[in-house]
């Protein structure tokens, strides 16, 4: 078993923009050369996600819109008491989600449902420059 390992990065809106980065995932996978294993797809930091989704407006808008029920923007949090950022909504909802996703490779192929997509979700409370990490795991 062999590692590959590649990285892109791309800028956000914040405030828990959305979007879909299936086509860079599958790109550095098709770059690796392996056509079995395990794709691992992180954010580093804090106040961003990983996850899947069918990316389409209406279940965007949906997501959004559950993420405030959960950790709500405008309720107190401890960690804006301390550091005044106005963010502490970002670091729960990002916890809520995770950081990073696993999926099959199998031949040459990420194994996602018809209508799923990999996405990245920046929860910050203003825009950013999110580096993405692809490792594979395999042969």
Known sequence: MSVFSAEFSLD??????????TTQVSGLVASSGFSDGIVL???????????T???????????????ERLAPEGT????NERWHDGN?????????????????LINGDILLGIWQ????????NRPRSRKVIVQVYGE
């Open 88 to 104: 502490g909504h970002s670091h729960i909802r990002a916890s809520f989600l995770g950081q990073s996703e696993s999926f099959p």
């Open 117 to 124: 997509q990999i996405i990245l979700v920046d929860l910050d």
């Open 53 to 67: 989704i069918e990316f389409e407006p209406g279940l965007v808008r949906d997501l959004k819109v559950a993420l």
């Open 12 to 21: 956000t809106s914040g405030n828990a923009d959305v979007l879909d980065i």
């Open 41 to 51: 797809v992180y954010v580093p930091g804090s106040t961003a996600a990983i996850t």
């Open 76 to 79: 107190t949090y401890f960690h």
